[in-house]
């Protein structure tokens, strides 16, 4: 890998990791648009690696809170106004949702992965995404007021969104995306959902990491250690900042900007694809 390309996806991984735009879909593209070799299992893997401690650093406080109060269960605070959870409820409804990924994840990984690793399929999905934005908006206007926290979830919705989550395993699904508009459209307030989303990253990512890793061994590709190592690094630090900025959009913005975003990258990727490029 040439150091530009490495640059380059290591961004687009953290950029797009927590972005409700597809980081996969993104790494499919970018090696496509600027037609470089594919970067391998390996190496996305370890972009991987970098956003998840990116997640981990900053909700370290959460995490802390979280596995050091499970004994006695004690209170997680989950929100930047007050809002607190008991650790043992924050950890199954996390556990909750992750159950559906581990089940399922890997069997659909498997049936799809191939298939759909190509920039015309990312396209599409890209256009299914943002269809999705604009329905979870249009739920969310419904519901006016009548929204929560994540110290008023159960279990239940816990493994909804979960259940949702498994549709990122496809290259163009956003897996942050679909999470947050399923935790809306079940009613937790905008900034609630991205929360959650977020927090239910960590063993997402993390599983998604190991399995990308394990696939990389398996295929006996070429490790390039130093494009692995630099890539963690530079979607590590990209990827905490886009956390920190895109829960302070959502606090009084919307998903429109990438509703349109994902839109118009579906649309000209598939014309793009049709024209012979």
């Known amino acids: 890998m040439s150091f530009i390309q490495i640059i380059v996806l290591a961004l687009v991984q953290g950029v797009t990791e927590f972005l409700p735009i597809s980081s996969s879909g993104h790494l499919v593209l970018g090696s496509w648009l600027f037609n470089w070799p594919d970067q391998g299992l390996f190496f996305d893997a370890a972009v991987h690696v970098g956003t998840l401690v990116a997640v981990l650093v900053y909700f370290r406080r959460e995490w802390i809170q979280l596995v050091t109060g499970l004994t006695a269960n004690q209170l997680v605070e989950v929100d930047n106004v007050g809002g607190s959870i008991r650790a043992r409820v924050l950890a199954v409804l996390i556990i909750a949702g992750t159950v559906p990924l581990v089940v399922f994840g890997p069997f ?13 399929a990312v396209g599409w999905l890209l256009i299914g995404t943002a269809l999705m934005f604009a329905a979870g908006e249009f739920v969310s206007k419904k519901l006016n007021n009548r929204v929560y926290g994540i110290d008023a979830m159960k279990a239940p919705q816990g493994f909804t969104i979960g259940l949702i989550q498994t549709l990122a395993v496809f290259p163009g699904i956003s897996r942050s995306g679909v999470t947050m508009i399923a935790g809306m459209a079940l009613g937790l307030s905008r900034e609630s959902a991205a929360r959650f989303s977020m927090l239910l990253a960590t063993p997402a990512i993390a599983g998604a990491g190991v399995l990308v890793a394990l696939d990389a061994f398996d295929s006996s590709e070429n490790v390039d250690l130093r494009a692995a190592v630099l890539g963690a690094i530079i979607s590590a630090i990209t990827a905490y900042f886009v956390i920190a900025g895109l829960l302070k959009l959502l606090r009084n913005g919307s998903f429109r900007p990438f509703i349109v975003y994902c839109a118009v990258a579906g649309v000209a990727v598939v014309i793009a694809r049709a024209t012979g490029a």
């Open 108 to 120: 659909i990984k498997d049936a799809l992965e191939s298939d759909f690793r190509d920039p015309t």
